[in-house]
């Protein structure tokens, strides 16, 4: 999945690819993930999202095309539930003023130890620890 986010991966397609029947897969698969190969692949290609925007200059609408989501809405609000901030929130935050990206958006930084952030926000991903991103 990870290699390919555009493509419409069907569960019978992932399942023939480890010699398992569907629903043995699914089974497998939400045992060991902690979720459906559905939504595993929906959370992949939102984390993939944050990475075209802030390394790209496609359009939303690209970046939405290249990951495999077709909905703008359903994107929109998807995005924004995970993290945090609307797609062109996102992308206005990591570029400076002169329409630049900002280098320092998306580095792992270091944070306090009192719990205190600074203003940073918290970015997770669907196969990684949560993760701090000054936005």
Known sequence: MNEDLGRAWQLAT??????LSPSRFSHLFRQHIGQSPARYLHELRLDSVLMLLHDSSLSIKEVMTQVGLNDPSHFT?????????????????ARDTYGRIDPSIGEQQEWPTDGSTNGQETVRFANEPSLRWAV
């Open 77 to 93: 609000r998807d995005f924004c539930r995970r993290h945090g901030v609307t797609p062109s929130e996102f992308r206005a935050r």
């Open 14 to 19: 992932l399942a023939a690819a480890v010699n």
